[in-house]
């Protein structure tokens, strides 16, 4: 129990105790408890987790982690400030990045209720799967709505012009793992939006109108 929580308060501050806090509610995922460990290993003083940040920009890579250990992504949406409160309710934590992976990337990602993945797009170049782990979300393509449940996964192929996006129409949290390479040149379309995306030399995403016009 953590002083600063009180007596009978789970300790959502102590470094030492979120590996057995996590164990305690790994049976309950969807529980109270669960929630907050959610919110807490976000906030964490974890030294783990400080000692990955402070390695981000290193060669002295982990060889493993706990996924929970992983910092969540510094920038929430890379999106024009016009379409960002559309994926408030999603929060992502690189975990390739954690290991100088650079040929592909691999994020653990959480939907909120009534939260989205992103706009619905589809890409010229770069491929995408996805692997529920929790939760019930709505997969949204041209083919219309597929009711997802864990255990499922799908993937999209670069180039064929069908958006996707996942929505998460339920009560509960959705947690996902996203990978998709990461493939000079690659561009996005966005079938609903007045929006579509060019894969900068930087790696950096460059947002325009449809009509060409810069955001």
């Given at each position: 129990v953590c002083a600063e929580y009180g007596k009978n308060s789970p300790s959502e501050q102590c470094n030492c105790c979120i590996r057995r806090f996590y164990d305690?509610?790994?049976?309950?995922?969807q529980g109270e408890r669960y929630r907050r460990l959610r919110k807490m290993t976000i906030k964490s003083r974890c030294p783990t987790r400080v000692n990955i940040m402070n390695n981000l920009d290193k060669t002295n890579f982990p060889l493993a982690i706990h996924t929970l250990d992983a910092p969540p992504r510094l920038t929430p949406s890379n999106y024009p400030m016009e379409f960002r409160d559309r994926v408030a309710g999603r929060h992502k934590q690189p975990l390739g990045d954690l290991f100088g992976i650079r040929n592909f990337g691999v994020n653990w990602t959480r939907l909120s209720p009534k939260a989205v993945s992103a706009l619905r797009h589809a890409h010229s170049r770069q491929d995408e799967f996805i692997f529920i782990?929790?939760?019930y979300p709505?997969?949204?393509t041209d083919a219309g709505a597929t009711e997802l449940s864990p255990g499922m996964c799908a993937g999209f192929r670069a180039g064929t012009g069908d958006g996707h996006q996942l929505i998460n129409t339920t009560d509960d949290d959705v947690v996902?793992?996203?990978i998709g390479d990461r493939s000079s040149g690659?561009?996005?379309?966005?079938?609903?939006?007045?929006i579509q995306a060019h894969l900068g030399a930087d790696n950096k995403w460059q947002f325009a109108h449809k009509n060409g016009a810069p955001y």
């Open positions: 305690q509610c790994a049976s309950n995922r782990l929790e939760g709505t997969l949204i996902y793992l996203e690659d561009t996005a379309i966005y079938p609903d939006d007045d």
